[in-house]
T-cell receptor, first 113, second 112 residues
Framework: SQQGEEDPQALSIQEGENATMNCSYKTSINNLQWYRQNSGRGLVHLIL???NEREKHSGRLRVTLDTSKKSSSLLITASRAADTASYFCATVYNAGNNRKLIWGLGTSLAVNP | GAGVSQSPRYKVAKRGQDVALRCDPI?????LFWYQQALGQGPEFLTY????????KSGLPSDRFFAERPEGSVSTLKIQRTQQEDSAVYLC??????????FGPGTRLTVT
């Protein structure tokens, strides 16, 4: 079963605006990853943040992680129409050999030109 | 080098038929994962291999689902006696470690 929940479920913004998506999870994790999925390119890894990190940047992406609240946020700055996609957070359990990703339900982002 | 490839990209099966879905991971990636994604949902974990060993098959929904990776490279997911609820996109991913996973384009299975 899925362990993460993203909110909002759907988000519609204008090009140039910032988009913030949140993710909550239930158990202790090794790392948390954000992925993007659209029909053109399938599922693509965006950024990984480890459980001992609090913030990470990659280009126009900023990810935060609060392990005390079991939550993460993804900020996309200066959005573009090409950012239109579904965004998922996924966690890797902090349990031995376990490497499987447990996924949230995703946020559907529409960036209007 | 090439990414993860999956075949076929689309499969239509009549209820009760057996299907076999293939995944070619990135060369050198020891970890291989299968996920099932229903329309409008996030992927759901099915099973995980490290080399040829199937270390976790807790996500396989029933004993009609079987996966193998006999030589630690190519993997096949087999679904026997397909049912309508098996209709979904089946995603394969490979990874070097606990980091990012690289996904194939998926196989869209439709059971009629």
């Amino acid at each position: 079963s899925q362990q993460g929940e993203e909110d909002p479920q759907a988000l519609s913004i204008q090009e140039g605006e910032n988009a913030t998506m949140n993710c909550s999870y239930k158990t202790s994790i090794n790392n948390l990853q954000w992925y993007r999925q659209n029909s053109g390119r399938g599922l693509v890894h965006l950024i990984l943040i480890r459980s001992n990190e609090r913030e990470k940047h990659s280009g126009r992406l900023r990810v935060t992680l609060d392990t005390s609240k079991k939550s993460s946020s993804l900020l996309i700055t200066a959005s573009r129409a090409a950012d239109t996609a579904s965004y998922f957070c996924a966690t890797v359990y902090n349990a031995g050999n376990n490497r499987k990703l447990i996924w949230g339900l995703g946020t559907s982002l529409a960036v209007n030109p | 080098g090439a990414g993860v490839s999956q075949s076929p990209r689309y499969k239509v099966a009549k209820r009760g038929q057996d299907v076999a879905l293939r995944c070619d991971p990135i060369s050198g990636h020891v970890s291989l994962f299968w996920y099932q994604q229903a329309l409008g949902q996030g992927p759901e974990f099915l099973t995980y291999f490290q080399n040829e060993a199937q270390l976790d098959k807790s996500g396989l929904p029933s004993d009609r689902f079987f996966a193998e990776r006999p030589e630690g490279s190519v993997s096949t997911l087999k679904i026997q006696r397909t049912q309508q609820e098996d209709s979904a996109v089946y995603l394969c991913a490979s990874s070097l470690n606990r980091g990012e996973q690289y996904f194939g384009p998926g196989t869209r299975l439709t059971v009629t």
